[in-house]
């Protein structure tokens, strides 16, 4: 075989494909990207434009010595007097006259300039009146876009993304018929409550909605969907403030992923199907002052919260995977009277930052009763009251003193960003943290450092450490500690074996 080798030489391949193949690869560039394949040869002059996806980004055209590269790139593009022959206008308006008889799948359009309503309203119709399958709308809010009726009223829409940084408004005649949309995005939009749940109500097959730093104008949001199976709701936290309320009734919801400051209420709260979700409950800068002014204030648990996420957490409570920002660690200790009892949870995952305390660990995880897997995103925490009775996770100073951990079910501990140090931390006391961790959780089958070390020898120290530590309440604990270059996996005795290698 070997001295029938095939010499490739130069020879062009790619020009050797049929145009729709040719086409089909085009349609994963973008179509300023695509177009520039049109100076090769006669004939890819137009193959660019038989693509089904068109993606314009205006970016490019702002930057005028890019643009004035462009005078070979597109030659197709005709010079007229008195006028910038090649703006980003002008190249939209020359690619959907050229793509008028294509099928179009996806449409995507980004405008970081300001051009006139008139135009963008005028390109949205013409894709609308093709039957565009996917639309991506990311334009500048500063000419006040009222959206064409025709985007809520469309049989062909699969997925919707509207980014317009301005109020959603909706033909109140025509409303929202939008039957087979499944993904909804909505990214920087000021709406009204009353348009949002009209809009919802119109995809009639929604089973994923994202909303992005989504604003109702009275300062309250509900998600009412009975299709809806998963959610993503994100506000920044350069918006440091509550809304008044929020609702949720998704009965076929299986996915959230909620980050924002809590609400104050949250009037109702029906997640019946949830098997996993992502918190990143936020206090605002106010609560979290009142929080700290109050620590030393002899209060009741329920006068002591300054906010309260009590009835969001309860409705979450059935979930099987849970991932816990340090931020809800917080939302748990100051905004939440009492810790929900999670009888279905299996798998939790717990981010920690050095200025946030573990104060309501103990208390979750007593209330996890078939809890399998625990994950610590590092093992930053805040010292408070970290050796009186579960108020903390740490090893006590008396040995009699009680803890959570005796009694906890979990079969598999992973430490994530081991060996993470923060200002005065000791990667000595990490190793202490894990193996108070060995002494007490009985029924530990595994545990697993991902040790962030370029250092072979740090790695072999600490198995060392752990290997052979004198206490330890699960005799069947398997220790494995891993690094990018290295694995080690141990019960007694240790055992080397690659990083691809099966763990032993």
């Known amino acids: 075989m070997s001295s029938k080798r095939l010499n490739l030489g130069s020879k062009d391949y790619i020009s050797g494909l049929p145009d729709c193949l040719i086409s089909h690869i085009l349609s994963f560039v973008p179509t300023k990207e695509a177009a520039s394949t049109s100076v090769l040869a006669k004939r890819w002059r137009y193959l660019f434009a038989l693509t089904p996806n068109l993606e314009f980004n205006d970016s490019i055209y702002l930057n005028s010595e890019i643009a004035n590269q462009r005078k070979c790139t597109f030659p197709w593009i005709t010079r007229k007097k008195g006028k910038t022959p090649r703006s980003f206008v002008d190249f939209v308006d020359r690619v959907l006259v050229l793509h008028h008889n294509v099928p179009l799948n996806r449409f995507s359009l980004k405008c970081e300039d300001v051009i006139h309503p008139a135009i963008i309203i005028g390109w949205l119709l013409k894709v609308m009146d093709r039957g565009v399958l996917d639309l991506d709308l990311n334009i500048s809010s500063e000419m006040g ?236 925490h805040k010292i408070k009251n970290c050796w009186e009775e579960d108020m903390c996770l740490c090893k006590p100073w008396e040995e009699d003193i009680p803890t959570c951990l005796s009694s906890s079910p979990v079969k598999v501990l992973k430490i994530l960003k081991f060996g993470d140090i923060f200002g005065d931390e000791d990667i000595e006391e990490q190793i202490k943290q894990v193996q108070h961790f060995l002494e007490t959780m009985p029924n530990l089958e595994q545990l697993i450092l991902y040790y962030d070390t370029s250092f072979d020898e740090d790695v072999n120290e600490v198995s060392a450490q752990l290997q052979w530590h004198p206490r330890v309440a699960s005799s069947k604990c398997k220790i494995s500690v891993i690094s990018d270059n290295l694995c080690l996996s141990s019960t007694v005795p240790c055992s080397v074996v690659s990083k691809w290698g099966r763990l032993l």
């Not at 918190?279 to 209060?299: C, G, K, Y």
Request: hydrophobic share 40%; glycine share 2%; aromatic share 8%.
């Open 145 to 380: 876009y009222r959206l064409p009726s025709e985007m809520f009223c469309s049989e062909t829409l699969v997925r919707l993304k509207l980014g317009i940084r301005d109020v959603l408004t909706i033909n109140k005649e025509k409303g929202v018929f939008l039957p087979k949309v499944k993904t909804l995005c909505l990214d920087y939009i000021m709406v009204k409550n009353s348009v949002f749940a009209k809009l919802l109500s119109g995809c009639h097959a929604l089973e994923e909605l994202v909303l992005n730093n989504l604003f109702e104008v009275k300062g309250s949001c509900s998600v009412f969907h009975n299709t809806l199976e998963r959610l993503v709701v994100r506000r920044s936290r350069t918006f440091d403030e509550n809304l008044e309320s929020v609702s949720f009734s998704t009965p076929n919801l299986v996915y959230l992923d909620y980050s924002d400051a809590i609400a104050n209420m949250y009037p109702k709260v029906e997640f019946n199907s949830l098997v996993e979700a992502s918190l990143d409950l936020i206090m605002t800068s106010d609560q979290i002052v009142s929080a700290i002014s109050n620590e030393d204030i002899d209060r009741s648990p329920q006068e002591e919260m300054v906010g309260n996420a009590t009835n969001f957490l309860m409705g979450i409570c059935n979930v099987k995977i849970l991932y816990l920002s340090y931020n809800t660690l917080q939302v748990l200790t100051y905004c939440c009277k009492p810790i929900p009892q999670f009888n279905n949870l299996i798998h939790l995952t717990i981010q920690t930052d050095p200025e946030v305390a573990w104060e309501p660990l103990p208390a979750l995880l007593k209330n996890c009763p078939k809890l399998e897997t625990l994950v610590f995103e590092g093992l930053h």
